[in-house]
């Protein structure tokens, strides 16, 4: 198994600021995604970070407005730019691991986002 | 779009089993069954998954119909802290796929 960790894991923003979110996994991964959950709501796909190129985004997500990097295979970041409200929610990520039969996907704890 | 419904909640009596359904008739023959749960403040953490044959492991058992187009969760002794938010979610196991998930069924479980 893989286990995640996400720095910070809440904070509090005023409008208009940037957050990066850091992931670390504490093993090699084939893929690193990330989620939002906005409150009382399901998990959301954001994107899809590939190790050495560009995330491949999901409908309704652009890189301007989250940025992913993926340097090597255990850590990404995922920014949160020019902030809104509307951007209160929970950013989770998560990692599938290679070498099980069934490609394993584990999530990291989160981190819980304020917008005032 | 999520390809499974599940009931929005229902809740069991701690040390009873919690047999929790889910729906999904227009499963491809190539996509898997998971289950995944999610306790309050906390990231979705795996269960169980299954393609055809029943599954069991320290956690719960998957009973998966026939046909494949339904499946039961079975906590077999509900605890308080398997009160959770419960996501039933088809994937294939293509190098690409991704883990959507729908609203999920709230589990409740009461002393």
């Known amino acids: 198994s893989a286990v995640i960790s996400q720095k910070p894991s809440r904070d509090i923003c005023q409008r208009g600021t940037s957050l990066t979110i850091q992931c670390q996994v504490d093993s090699q991964v084939t893929m690193m995604f990330w989620y939002r959950q906005q409150p009382g709501q399901s998990l959301t796909l954001i994107a899809t970070?590939?190790?050495?190129?560009?995330?491949?985004?999901e409908s309704g997500f652009v890189i301007d407005k989250f940025p992913i990097s993926r340097p090597n295979l255990t850590f990404s970041t995922l920014t949160v730019s020019n902030m809104s409200p509307e951007d209160s929610s929970i950013y989770l990520c998560s990692a599938r691991t290679s070498g099980s039969s069934y490609n394993e996907q584990f999530f990291g704890p989160g981190t819980r986002l304020t917008v005032l | 779009d999520a390809k499974t419904t599940q009931p929005p909640s229902m809740d069991c009596a701690e040390g009873r089993a919690a047999n929790l359904p889910c729906n999904h008739s227009?499963?491809?023959?190539?996509?898997?069954v998971y289950w995944y749960r999610q306790i309050h403040s906390q990231g979705p953490q795996y269960i169980i998954h299954g393609l055809k044959n029943n599954e069991t492991n320290e956690m719960a058992s998957l009973i998966i119909t026939e046909d494949r187009k339904s499946s039961t969760l079975i906590l077999p002794h509900a605890t308080l802290r398997d009160t959770a938010v419960y996501y039933c979610?088809?994937?294939?196991?293509?190098?690409?796929?991704?883990?959507?998930f729908g609203k999920g069924i709230t589990l409740s479980v009461r002393p």
């Open positions: 227009t499963i491809s023959g190539n996509e898997y």
């Open positions: 970070a590939n190790q050495g190129s560009e995330a491949t985004y």
């Open positions: 979610i088809v994937r294939s196991t293509g190098a690409n796929s991704k883990l959507t």
